[in-house]
Structure formats: C-alpha cells, structure tokens
C-alpha cells in the first residue's frame, strides 16, 4: 500500500514575482512567518523594478538558523552562484539595504532539523540612490559585490 503526497509549492512560497513602484510598499515573509518555516525547503522569487528607480529592501524582522537556513539575493533572473549579491542568515536587528540594480531574485534556502520564525522585508523603490542612510546590520551577512548596506 503507498500513500501519496500532493504539496502545493507556490502556495506555502507566496508569488513567484513582485513589482515594485515608487508608491507603494510590498510585503513579503518566509513561509507560515511569523511561524516557523518549513525544513528543507526552497522559495524562489523575482523583483522587478516598474518604475524607474532603486529597489531598498528593509528588513523588518529576521531569524533564521545560523549559516544553514540562508536567504540569497542576487542580480537579474537566473538564481545560480555567480549572480548572488548578499546571503543573510541568523538574527539581523531592523536593516536597510538599497540596490543600483533593478531586478533581482531572491531565494530562501532552508535545512533539516532546526528552524525559526523567518523573516518580514519590506520592499519599495526610492528615486535616488544614497536617499538614505543605512542602519548597521547584526547576525549573519555576507556582502558579495556591488551593494549597499
Ligand atoms: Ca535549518
């Protein structure tokens, strides 16, 4: 006898794709946040730049297992290795990150056994880069190239 699992992946992920405008804030949260997220498991989402600006991400909330549950953010459509910006991990305090480049991917890894709430970011362009000045960042994080923090 065997027994068969349907999981519904974009549903526990959110949407695939964001757009950001100048005037409009958008949420986005790790699966089940502010619940634990689940373990081994992948989200992949895309950002878009709609109006002619420079996405700022700000993170309201973060905690995720150090250094095995990592949230990528990287340049352009194509999730792999090279095109990564940041990964963030662990407990990171309210932070601000702005980027020059208008469409990114995101990508929320996650191992087996120990998990956390997640996270909250809030995402928006804003017209001029260096608008704002940046708060310091705590936890885990590791700058790769051509961002500010
Ligand atoms: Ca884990």
């Not at 959110?14 to 790790?30: A, C, D, F, K, V």
């Not at 992949?44 to 909330?61: K, M």
């Not at 704002?132 to 190239?145: A, I, K, L, N």
Request: charged share 20%; hydrophobic share 35%.
């Amino acid at each position: 006898m065997s027994v068969t699992l349907f999981v519904i992946i974009t549903e526990i992920c959110g949407p695939e794709r964001y757009n950001l405008s100048l005037s409009e804030i958008t949420n986005m949260t790790s699966p089940f946040y502010p619940s634990t997220y689940p373990e081994n498991w992948e989200c992949v989402w895309f950002i878009t730049s709609i109006d002619d600006g420079f996405p700022i991400f700000t993170i309201i909330d973060m905690k995720t297992e150090e250094t095995n549950d990592i949230l990528h953010i990287g340049q352009g459509y194509n999730s792999t290795g090279e095109t990564t910006l940041l990964e963030l991990f662990g407990d990171l305090g309210e932070s601000m990150i702005k980027f020059e480049i208008r469409t990114l991917w995101m990508q929320f890894r996650t191992n087996h056994r120990v998990g956390a709430r997640g996270f909250i970011i809030h995402m928006t362009l804003q017209s001029e880069y260096g608008k704002y000045s940046m708060s310091e960042m705590r936890g885990g994080f590791r700058q790769v190239d051509g961002v500010t923090v």
